[in-house]
Nanobody
């Protein structure tokens, strides 16, 4: 099991910035990616950005050039710096860890509790 603790988020005006952080507990599982997803009211949860322990990143087209994801492998933490925020970025943001149990080649997804991000126009 992996426990995730999120912090950050909150309220910002359009054009402003916010930061989200997520720390993962130690585990015997091998972390494959850490990242963020978001879910706006009435919409499905969608990918925001993910990063591998080696620094390989993947961003949703809607956030490219505005959001930056970084990983701290020592602290098992992932940060999401959100700049040039837009009202459509308003959502609950969920930290995600995809981990691998090597002995049986099984992947697991773990989720944080969710952090509200609200961007006013």
């Amino acid at each position: 099991q992996v426990q995730l603790v999120e912090s950050g988020g909150g309220l910002a005006q359009a054009g402003g910035s916010l930061r989200l952080s997520c720390a993962a507990s130690s585990s015997s599982l091998s972390i494959q990616t850490m990242g963020w997803f978001r879910q706006a009211p009435g919409k499905q949860r969608e990918l925001v950005a993910t990063i591998s322990p080696y620094g390989s990143t993947n961003y949703a087209d809607s956030v490219k050039g505005r959001f930056t994801i970084t990983i701290d492998n020592i602290r098992r933490a992932v940060l999401l710096q959100m700049n040039s925020l837009k009202p459509e970025d308003t959502a609950v943001y969920y930290c995600n860890v995809r981990a691998l149990r090597v002995i049986n080649d099984t992947f697991y997804d773990f989720w944080g509790q969710g952090s509200q991000v609200t961007v006013s126009s």
